[in-house]
Nanobody, 124 residues
């Protein structure tokens, strides 16, 4: 059974940084595209970033380019989201997700497994 467990969320001031981690178990991690999504109160879940199985290809939503970095360590079955220069409007629950194997790019609907989420709160 696949499990995704996020950590690293918390409270940070505007302009600050956080690093989210997501450990994946129950799957051969290194063959899957993985991604990060977020959902703010009263809003729909939105895509943040994705990384290919090898880590060679990444995709970030325009609003976070230059501030966020997605990475992965296949030896640790772990993916990361480094978030810098955070803004109050980026307060949300952040979720990691497992996509299909050996496919790029990946449509949002093709992410099949999700973590429980980690809260990120950015104060102004």
């Amino acid at each position: 059974q696949v499990q995704l467990v996020e950590s690293g969320g918390g409270l940070v001031q505007a302009g600050g940084s956080l690093r989210l981690s997501c450990v994946v178990s129950g799957r051969t991690f290194y063959i899957y595209t993985v991604g990060w999504f977020r959902q703010a109160p009263g809003k729909e879940r939105e895509f943040v970033a994705a990384i290919s199985e090898s880590g060679e290809r990444t995709n970030l939503t325009d609003s976070v380019k230059g501030r966020f970095t997605i990475s992965r360590d296949n030896t640790k079955n772990t993916m990361y989201l480094q978030m810098n220069a955070l803004k109050p409007e980026e307060t949300a629950i952040y979720y990691c997700a497992l996509g299909p194997s050996f496919r790029w790019p990946v449509a949002h609907r093709d992410y099949t497994d999700w973590g429980q989420g980690t809260q990120v709160t950015v104060s102004s």
